[in-house]
């Protein structure tokens, strides 16, 4: 049997005789899991509490990663201490398991609050309690959620020290990195029976970019990859000619009681394939490579398969001259997959997940591997040098000044964090069955499969139907978990949305036609899955390049930045005698800091204060100056909207004189502007700016480097690509949203930056509570409030909706641009009657009092008198998609959506933000007392508070809202 619990005191070892000699064992008190509690993990109970304001834009990286999975309120009440701590639930039962052995290593490395699980377990009576130990066919699994990558696996059996530096430094662009995985590439295209010519072409034509950046040519990078790619074609042609052989290929394996994730190269015969580019000249394969097996078979056995083999696939072998090398030349090696190995491979595992959640150091001593032969010692010990950290290698260099030290390790706690929050996530692929993820919008099941259609690059295009409206957090453009039924115990792939349609009748138009053609989902993978559902799968990715961004600005940054940043020095400002604004001194002034900084230059934008058009001035500007700019923000809209505005101001100096009829912005050779991102990412409009990454690399290069304004996302900017560009300045737009490592990502690119933000809007994106809730703008802003400017005339609100949020969020100095701003009303909109609308509607502020319903995230009180509302507005001439409406819960939001037409936005704060809308609707949805996330953090409403243009209605309990100053306030301006 499986025994499953939390680690609820301290664990004795011994040694004892038995009749087999001496023993080791350790005594593990544990508390056991009870089933309804076992899914149950500090994140979702949390989710409870920011349900409906745990979303944001989803955003995709140029290499299908998603730069914001998902948002969580930055309010919850947050309990202190280790997240698996808490999980230890009084009252229940407590037992002891006792760890045999080889076992007792793992138990070295377990806390109190630990999870452990004991497979295959024998239970024992002592004095009358049950108790459990292990048998010799039982694993011990050291914190089961925390999925390890089964590449993190072989990296910490070859140094554990090498596991941490690839972690802070992730994967720099090198051939030999490229090479393997077009060699990969096109191994998964032979098995797909692609031909070899055709695979080895069209793989090396997508890298393009990446391989004109390595100053690569085609042809050989062709040849290279063919030398390779026989190797392959060999081995799979003598499995054919015993035509024993069925393959799969490269698939993703999760392993919920192992806690190990991967993608194995293939499959053959139920055991695993892994392809390495290198040479073995032995007959056994290599230990590190036996071992990456072992973690597939692991899940493969999980998964109901039998595994005795591993092979591991040479393909250099095959490349080598017979005459001139000795051994065993044979590309490929089979070996038999022993328990102890696979035993082994869980003990490593378990260190590695036992020291991450205790968010320690590796110092190489771990391990056994021999520094003096370390093609990463030099590395090793500049890192642990420079960071003081104890390290096998040892340290050169000087140690960083204790305080970036200490911020070091409050960032590397804060990011590993989130990367736990990430994991909980995961888990819940597993914990949760299939309704209760749909019920928590974290999956949409129950999808009819179509059709599946191979693209020309080797993906496959795959459609569903949905058969149900239900609501989910998945949105186009997403990564998902798309599988035939279970995300981990079914077939499953990664996979892109490309089109989501929704299966919801549209109410207003036809309430009893038939159902719009509307309902197909989209999606594109490497693997043609017959798709039924699809899961929220968050991207580590995301947790990873924060790390690589905290590591380089420390460690690779310039000596004066940190100075500036660490406050031993003062920002200084060469700024022009230049007008560069001449109707809106504010944002002159915001222009001449941001060209005249020498460090960075702060912009504080209050909404609709043109912050766009100030950045789009500034980046003129510095383009007539002759200088590279990086044009960023969190979101690919915030980019788009930015380049939009570059474009449209700038696009004169930016040669969009129409010297190229495809790229309006690209003149010549030197000129030009490049969006890096991926196709779904960036919007249509931009798509001519697109850096295409496929194509002659001479020529990719040539675009991205001579491109004087290159725009892309934050996480984007991570990437291996971007992290080889230099540029003048970094301009980065939302950056009040961004955490402080997301800041550096733009940052590290450049010479010096500019930020452009309003920290009294909505807060950087974590799942976690700590460090990385405030944003470096808002640190700086603080810290150096000379070296910003607010921009305080606002072009969007009319003067009563303003009002407020100006008294309240910007100390009053919020003002209309022009008179025709202050005195917008809905009677400008053509069409549109303000007479035509009941009295108590006319004012640009209004306040509709619904003691509404007691449900804890809807109000469906609330949602019927909105409804009303709109039909009111409506009646009066305004078209529904000049509408939006406004709810704190996503709950709320669906139940609202039930009601009104498609073409009325109805959403939550998070998702608003950035937008503006003729009439805002907002539902507080609260009855008695004030809770939810609207009221947690006072800039969310300012956010929704600030996206109307020429009306606002505020819906909700009045009696609640008065039981808060800043909400009487509100009522008292809103005319109640
Ligand atoms: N100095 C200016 N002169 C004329 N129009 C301006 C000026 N500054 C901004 N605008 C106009 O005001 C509107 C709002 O500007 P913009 O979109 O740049 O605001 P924003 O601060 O970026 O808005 P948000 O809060 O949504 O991010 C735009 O139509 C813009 O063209």
Redesign the pocket.
Known sequence: MNVRGIVAGEIEERTVSTQYGESDLAEVPLRLARDDLEGETRGERLADWTDGADESESDRASDGTDASDERRSNDDPHPDGGLTRERVADGQETTTVTLWNKWTESAEYLEPGMELLVTEAKTEQYQGDTQYATTGDSYVVVEPSFLVNVTAIRNWVECPRLYYLNKLSGVPLNYPVVKGTLVHEVFGDLLRGRDIEESIDARVEERGLQLGLLGETPEAVAEDVRENAKAIEGWLEQGRLTEEDSWRSEQLLISETFGIRGRADAIRRGGPVELKTGKNLKKEPRFKDKIQAACYALVLEEHGGDVDTGTLLYTKNSALDRNEETGDLTPAKDFSMGQGLLKFVVRKRNEIAAMEVRGEVPTGYEGDAKCEYCFEQDTCMVVSGRLDQASKAGQIGQALPAEEREYFQRLYRAIEEERREVHHEYAKLWEQDAQERADDDRALIDLEFLEKRELEEGRWELRARRTSAANSKIREGDFVLASDGHPVRGNAELATIERLGSAKRDSADSPSGPRPQGDEVVLTADEPVEVTRLDVYPSELTTDRLLVAVHDFLLKGEERRKDVLFGREDPTFDRPEETF?D??DA?NEAVRLAVGADDFALIH?P???????TIAQAIRAMVERGERVLLSAFTNRAVDNALE?VLEHGGDVLGADGASETRPGVAGDTHGVVRVGSESGVREDMEPYRLERAGDPAERVAELEDAQVVAATTATCGSRVMKEQGFDVALVDEAAQLTEPGTYAAANLAERFVLVGDHEQLPPVVRAENDLTESLFERLVEQYPDAGVMLDRQ??MNQRIQFFASQEFYDGMLRPAEPAVAGRTLDDLEGVSRDRLPESLRDPVSFVDVAGDDGQYTDSEEAARITELIDRYVDAGLSHDDIGVIAPFRAQVSEITGHVPDAVTVDTVDRFQ?S?QELIIVSFTATGSLEGPIFEDYRRINVALTRPKRALVLVGDSQALASDPVYERLLEWAGR
Not at 607 to 613: E, H, L, N, R
């Open positions: 604004v109707n809106n944002q934008g909404p609709g204060t043109g912050k766009t058009y505005a072009y969007r950035g503006s």
